[in-house]
């Protein structure tokens, strides 16, 4: 069974910084695209930034200059380093990837468990 546990998050002042990370584990054969949503309350999900399997990157707008993302391929993990935040990076954040288990060679999408960001002004 493939899982994608997530750490990191918590409460920082404004201009402060945080480090997430999210490790996928389980019967896995490849895993493709690697990134971050957010969720913050009363709004929809939004796409943070996302990282291939090549190291090809995509940045929201909003995030970019102040939040970086990286992958270990080793660790089958994705990380995402955020600087300068800002009281609207508060949201619940979550890894998102697109893997391929042992069982079926397809790729499905799955979602970590989520984590609180929240950012003091």
């Known amino acids: 069974q493939v899982q994608l546990v997530q750490s990191g998050g918590g409460l920082v002042q404004a201009g402060g910084s945080l480090r997430l990370s999210c490790t996928a584990s389980?019967?896995?054969?490849?895993?493709?695209?690697m990134g971050w949503y957010r969720q913050a309350p009363g709004k929809q999900r939004e796409l943070v930034a996302t990282?291939?399997?090549?190291?090809?990157?995509n940045y929201a707008d909003s995030v970019k200059g102040r939040f970086t993302v990286s992958r270990d391929n080793a660790k089958n993990t994705v990380y995402l380093q955020m600087n300068s935040l800002k009281p609207e990076d508060t949201a619940v954040y979550y890894c998102?990837?697109?893997?391929?288990?042992?069982?079926?060679?397809?790729?499905?999408?799955?979602w970590g468990q989520g984590t609180q960001v929240t950012v003091s002004s």
């Open positions: 998102n990837s697109r893997i391929a288990p042992l069982s079926t060679r397809i790729l499905y999408t799955y």
């Open positions: 389980g019967n896995i054969f490849s895993i493709d695209a």
């Open positions: 990282i291939t399997s090549g190291g090809r990157i």
